[in-house]
Nanobody
């Protein structure tokens, strides 16, 4: 059973940047496809970014394209989400997710992931 733990959230001004981290334990990260999701109060959890097992396939939700970058460091069992040019609508609890995969695909659906972190709050203020 893999465990995921997010960190790096906080309060940032509009236009600012933030780097979220997700630490994985219990499994070898290199065998997992990973993703980032977010959930604002009163809204459903939504997809933000996904990265394939090898790191060769990446996909971003339209509203964050050009502003965020998902990456991974398998040697350190870490997944990152670099967020730039932040907007108030980016305010949410951010979750990292993972699933075993041997196809090299990325995944964008909440139901497609096996493991989840507890989330880290990101607040963008003006």
């Amino acid at each position: 059973q893999v465990q995921l733990a997010e960190s790096g959230g906080g309060v940032v001004q509009v236009g600012g940047s933030l780097r979220l981290s997700c630490a994985a334990s219990g499994r070898i990260l290199s065998t997992y496809a990973v993703g980032w999701f977010r959930q604002a109060p009163g809204k459903q959890r939504e997809f933000v970014a996904a990265l394939s097992r090898s790191g060769g396939s990446i996909y971003y939700e339209d509203s964050v394209k050009g502003r965020v970058t998902i990456s991974r460091d398998n040697a350190k069992n870490l997944v990152y989400l670099q967020m730039n040019s932040l907007k108030p609508e980016d305010t949410a609890v951010y979750y990292c997710a993972g699933r075993r995969d041997y196809s090299g695909r990325y995944f964008v659906g909440v139901s497609e992931y096996e493991y989840w972190g507890q989330g880290t709050q990101v607040t963008v203020s003006s």
